[in-house]
């Protein structure tokens, strides 16, 4: 009889839990621009900061951290940079590159015309797909995921998305890589 895997035990993700620059920022523009219901605070010990947390659907919930001497985050390395060059979304390891939030794909238009009547610059939407470049202009059958990029006032990036496909064994497709990998290509 095989052991249960940890996975067996997982409902989903319980918080993400980030670092703002400015609680009381953050918390206007996931409540009041995002329209996520702040579910609890937390003072940390011996004036540490806080830690807030936000529901975003069931019962998962986006948590922030404020430290009062935090150091100011890196494009490039602590996050990805706001205009990406050549090298993509880069950050670096043990970074937060985006977090996204999962939509009906029917609402992903109306969604992102909320963002930007809510004063939020965004992109256009990105239909993601398995093309040489990754993604099409155009909404066609090889579309797993529609996105909309934006970012929140620290400058994290975040997403909009919506599946629109159900995967199967095709999807998984690729060897996995890792340092070995790159220095041998190099």
Not at 19 to 31: E, H, I, K, L
Not at 144 to 150: N, P
Request: proline share 8%; net charge negative.
């Amino acid at each position: 009889m095989t052991e249960p895997t940890i996975a067996s035990s997982i409902r989903g993700v319980n918080h993400l839990a980030l670092v703002c620059s400015d609680m009381a920022r953050t918390v206007d523009f996931y409540t009041n621009v995002l329209g996520f219901p702040l579910v609890k605070t937390v003072e940390l010990p011996g004036g540490l900061g806080q830690h807030f947390f936000f529901g975003i659907g069931g019962t998962s919930t986006l948590a922030f951290f404020w430290f009062p001497n935090a150091p100011e985050g890196v494009p490039g390395i602590s996050h990805p940079a706001r205009k990406p060059g050549p090298e993509g979304p880069l950050s670096a390891i043990a970074s937060m590159n985006h977090v996204a939030f999962d939509v009906p794909a029917q609402e992903i238009e109306e969604l992102r015309e909320r963002l930007i009547a809510a004063g939020v610059e965004c992109t256009p939407i990105v239909n993601h797909d398995d093309s040489k470049w990754g993604a099409s202009r155009e909404m066609h059958p090889e579309v797993f995921v529609r996105s909309v990029y934006f970012r929140d006032p620290d400058d994290i990036s975040l997403e909009i998305a919506a599946w629109t496909k159900v995967f199967d064994e095709s999807d998984v497709r690729h060897e996995p890589m890792g340092a070995a990998t790159a220095s041998a290509s190099a």
